[in-house]
């Protein structure tokens, strides 16, 4: 069983202010991921890191912004939230390995769902 | 990038019967994974699939990973109502180097009529 825990799980707050999503892993997986998914429908890579210290952001464009300073957490951070913020996040790990695509196997967190009013 | 075209989007059926879904692609893939996400929860890993023509069982569900390494297949027999859910297939795509992230299909939305 996966150990990826994802805080808060449900969230409602008023446009303009500023939110932080938590995401943490017991696993010590190198690789993290942030993806929004709006009810019913795809899954959208917003975020990934491959480690300390790294940060890239995914296929959709987000305002959110991450960081990655400890190995097991993975915030994201929206500074000013906004109505069309409003989805639901779901945080992922994996392994860093050698043997390359092997490795993909992505454990995902509970998911937050954030409602901006 | 590479795309995975999931079908069917959505299937709406009775209490014990069977389930059939597929995913393919233009491109080869070296692994593929279903998952299944119930209602507001993250997706949760069922099978992966880690050679071509593997064919692979987990209780109900069963899943193989093409020949062609183009297209898997997921079945699920005699089904009930808590396998309502979506369900995605992914598989990893290079990103960057040697690098890889995860391509996830649109999913196929199952609901179970009891």
């Known amino acids: 069983e996966a150990d990826i825990y994802q805080t808060p799980r449900y969230l409602v707050i008023g446009t303009g202010k500023k939110i932080t999503l938590e995401c943490s892993q017991t696993m010590g997986h190198d690789k993290m991921y942030w993806y929004q998914q709006d009810p019913g429908m795809e899954l959208h890579l917003i975020h990934y890191s491959y480690g300390v210290n790294s940060t890239e952001k995914g296929d959709l464009s987000s305002e959110s912004t991450v960081s990655r300073i400890r190995t097991e957490h993975f915030p994201l951070t929206l500074e000013s939230a906004r109505p069309s913020h409003t989805s639901q996040y779901l945080c992922?790990?994996?392994?860093?390995?050698?043997?390359?695509?092997?490795?993909?196997?992505?454990?995902f967190g509970p998911g937050t769902r954030l409602l901006v009013l | 990038g590479q795309q995975l075209n999931q079908s069917p989007q959505s299937m709406f059926i009775q209490e014990g019967e069977d389930v059939s879904m597929n995913c393919t692609s233009s491109s080869i893939f070296n692994t593929w994974l279903w998952y299944k996400q119930d209602p507001g929860e993250g997706p949760v890993l069922l099978i992966a699939l880690y050679k071509a023509g593997e064919l692979t069982s987990n209780g109900r569900l069963t899943a193989q990973f093409g020949i062609t390494r183009k297209d898997s297949f997921l079945n699920i027999s005699a089904s009930i109502p808590s396998d309502v859910g979506i369900y995605f297939c992914?598989?990893?795509?290079?990103?960057?180097?040697?690098?890889?992230?995860?391509?996830f299909g649109k999913g196929t939305l199952l609901t179970v009529n009891p």
């Open positions: 992922a790990s994996s392994e860093l390995g050698t043997s390359g695509s092997l490795q993909e196997t992505q454990y």
């Open positions: 992914a598989g990893p795509t290079i990103s960057g180097g040697s690098n890889y992230k995860l391509t």
